[in-house]
C-alpha cells in the first residue's frame, strides 16, 4: 500500500472502533469520517446510506442488523476487507491503473476452482463439464496476488459447485486476509464443521442458489435439494455468520420470485443480501422457454424497486439495474469471469476467450482484443435498461466476438455465437420496446425512447 492508502486504512479502522463502541449514536457520525477520507469514491451510494441513516428506514434496519445479527470478528473483516480495501483504497487503484492502460480494471473477479457439481440443474451449462477441469491452488493464488496489484480485492467463486473444493477455498482465505471472498453455492455442501471454518477465517461469505420455494427450488436442482439448502441456512444464521441468496428468475417462477412472501422468507431464513438474474440460454442444452417475457422482466423492475424501499434486503438486479452502474458491468469494466480451464471470459453468462490465465498475465488479457472491444463499446446502448450486449441488444457480442477472433470456451458442445445470439433476438426486440417504455418514465425529458448511444441523448 501507498502511504495515502495507509493513512486511509488507518482512520477508518479507528473510525471502525469508535463505532463498535455505539453504533445507534456513533453510525452517522461515521459515514461523515467516510466522507471525508474516501472524497468522490461511491459518493451516491453513501448519499443512499446517510439517508437510511437519518430516516431509520428498513436500510437502517438492515445495517443495524450487521451488529446483533453477525459475528463481531466477521462484521470488522467484512468492513475492512469490502468497505475499505476492496472499495475505498481498490476502486482508486483500479481507476488509475485502466487510465495508465487504456482499458477495464475489474472491481471483482468471479473464477471457477472447478467444473465438478454435485448437482444437475436444469438449464445448467456447468452440469455438462463433469469434473474434466480444475485450477490448481498456485494458479487461484497467482490470480489474486495479481488482481490485488491492480486494486482487486474482491473475489467470487463459482463453478460447478465451489465447495466441492472447500479445502482449498479456506486456505485462500487464510493466504489473503486482506481479500473478501463470496461463493454462488448450492449449499448442500455447508456443514457445521465448514461453518466453523468460515467463523475462524472470517472473510468468506456464501450466497446461496434457492430458486423460491421448496416446489420450484427441486424442480430446478433436485428433489430434496430444497430441505438441504434450509438446513445449511440455520446453521449459518445460528453460528451469526452472514449470507445472501442467489435468484434465477425464469419463465416459470417468476411470480414467486418476485412474491412479498419469498422476501419475507428470505429474510426470516437470515439472508441480508439477494442477487437477482434472469435465465439466459447458454449452451447448446439451454431451454429458451425458461426465458423470462418482456411482461415478466418488467414485473420483476417494478417489483425489486418496490419492495426495496420497505424490505431490510439489499438487492440487485443485474440486467434490471444497468441504470445504476451504466449499463453492462462485463468484460473487466467491473467484472470478469475466469473458468476452470484457466480462460479469461467477460462474463460468466459469456463463453468466449481469447486469453488464458496460464498463457497471460491479467493485465494483458485486459488489453487483449476481446476485453478492448468490451471497453470500446461499453455501454453497448444507451438505455441501461438494455446493458447487455446478447440479450438486449443482436448482434453486439457477436461483432466483438468475431473481431476479436475468440474461440468458444464450451468444453462439450462449442457454441458459435452467431446462434446463442438467434436465441435471444425475439425477446430482446421485445424487451426494446418495454425498456423504452420504463426509460422513459425514470428519464422525464429525455426526449427519446432511451435507446440512443451515449452522448445522442436530448
Not at 467484512?78 to 492502460?101: C, D, L, M, W
Request: aromatic fraction near 12%.
Amino acid at each position: 500500500m501507498t502511504l495515502m492508502e495507509r493513512a486511509k486504512k488507518y482512520g477508518l479502522d479507528k473510525a471502525y472502533d469508535y463505532l463498535d463502541k455505539d453504533p445507534d449514536t456513533n453510525i452517522p457520525k461515521l459515514m461523515e469520517l467516510v466522507d471525508k477520507v474516501a472524497g468522490d469514491e461511491f459518493a451516491g451510494q453513501r448519499k443512499a446510506f446517510r439517508e437510511a441513516i437519518e430516516s431509520k428506514n428498513n436500510w437502517y434496519q438492515l445495517i443495524r442488523s450487521l451488529w446483533t445479527d453477525i459475528d463481531d470478528g466477521v462484521r470488522r473483516t467484512f468492513f475492512e476487507n469490502f468497505i475499505i480495501n476492496a472499495s475505498i483504497i481498490g476502486y482508486p487503484r483500479q481507476v488509475k491503473t485502466a487510465e495508465e492502460h487504456g482499458c477495464n480494471v475489474p472491481w471483482a473477479i468471479l473464477m471457477d476452482p472447478t467444473s465438478a457439481c454435485n448437482l444437475h440443474c436444469t438449464g445448467c451449462w456447468a452440469a455438462e463439464y463433469g469434473d474434466k477441469l480444475n485450477m490448481s491452488p498456485e494458479t487461484l493464488d497467482s490470480i489474486i496476488r495479481q488482481g490485488k496489484e491492480l486494486g482487486t480485492y474482491m473475489y467470487i467463486y463459482s463453478g460447478g459447485e465451489p465447495l466441492v473444493r472447500k479445502k482449498d477455498i479456506i486456505k485462500l482465505c487464510e493466504m489473503h486476509p486482506d481479500c473478501e471472498f463470496l461463493a454462488f453455492t448450492n449449499a448442500t455442501l455447508i456443514d457445521e464443521a465448514f461453518a466453523e471454518e468460515m467463523l475462524r477465517v472470517k472473510n468468506f461469505i456464501p450466497a446461496i442458489s434457492v430458486e423460491g420455494f421448496e416446489e420450484a427450488t427441486d424442480f430446478r436442482r433436485g428433489r430434496g435439494t430444497f430441505a438441504a439448502v434450509v438446513r445449511a441456512m440455520e446453521i449459518l444464521k445460528r453460528k451469526k455468520l452472514p449470507f445472501g441468496i442467489s435468484c434465477c428468475y425464469t419463465s416459470k417462477n417468476v411470480d414467486i420470485i418476485g412474491s412479498e412472501a419469498y422476501y419475507d422468507q428470505m429474510i426470516a431464513w437470515g439472508a441480508k443480501f439477494c442477487w437477482f438474474f434472469t435465465y439466459m440460454p447458454v449452451g447448446v442444452d439451454a431451454v429458451p422457454e425458461l426465458m423470462a417475457t418482456a411482461e415478466q422482466r418488467e414485473f420483476m423492475y417494478r417489483r425489486v424497486r418496490e419492495l426495496r424501499r420497505t424490505k431490510p434486503l439489499f438487492t440487485l438486479d443485474f440486467w434490471n439495474d444497468g441504470e445504476y452502474v451504466e449499463g453492462c458491468i462485463a468484460g473487466g469494466r467491473h467484472y470478469l469471469h475466469i473458468n476452470a480451464g484457466g480462460d479469461i471470459e467477460p462474463c460468466a453468462f459469456i463463453h468466449y476467450s481469447d486469453s488464458n490465465i496460464r498463457d497471460y498475465t491479467l493485465l494483458e488479457a485486459y488489453q487483449r482484443p476481446l476485453f478492448m472491444g468490451y471497453h470500446r463499446g461499453q455501454p453497448f446502448n444507451g438505455n441501461h435498461l438494455r446493458p447487455c450486449p446478447l440479450l438486449d441488444n443482436p448482434g453486439a457480442l457477436s461483432r466483438v466476438v468475431d473481431e476479436s477472433g475468440a474461440r468458444s470456451t464450451d468444453l462439450e458442445h462449442p457454441e458459435d455465437v452467431h446462434d446463442l445470439s438467434a436465441k435471444c433476438t425475439e425477446k430482446a426486440e421485445k424487451w426494446a420496446v418495454t425498456a423504452g417504455k420504463l426509460w422513459d418514465e425514470s428519464h422525464p425529458g429525455c426526449g427519446g425512447c432511451g435507446g440512443c448511444r451515449p452522448g445522442e441523448q436530448t
